[in-house]
């Protein structure tokens, strides 16, 4: 019985510790030698910690459609800065500027939107705002 309490405590005060191995930092995973804009449309949004994902269908040259996954902000941050849950929609374009993944995968991270004629952050290394950091 000492043994499943023991057990059982440990689990409950290392759970939230998980949390911080969801998080990672921006140079172990995207190429900041490598930017890249997309221009797609919005197929969903996922708004959770530690960072919001967007996927677009973006159209390739040939006509073909790929399916790319971009990393936002943490939701926190973004809402600070009057970026919410429903300032983007389903259907629509967006343009995303950041950096592909050192994976070759059709994921990035995004640092500057441009969404219905409107800067929502500016793109990576311009003067203007630029999506709250998440490294």
Known sequence: MKIRSALLT???CLTPALQSFAHHSFYSQFDSDAPIT???TI???EWRNPHI???LDVPNEDG???AWRCEGGAPNAL???GFTESTLEVGEELTIYGYRAFNGQNIC???GWE???????????DDGPTAPSRN
């Open 10 to 12: 440990a689990i409950i």
């Open 38 to 40: 997309l221009i797609g």
């Open 43 to 45: 197929t969903s949004i």
């Open 53 to 55: 994902w967007i996927m």
């Open 64 to 66: 073909s459609i790929s």
């Open 79 to 81: 809402v600070r800065n």
């Open 109 to 111: 991270n995004g640092r």
């Open 115 to 125: 969404y219905q004629g409107e800067t929502i952050f500016g793109r990576p290394n």
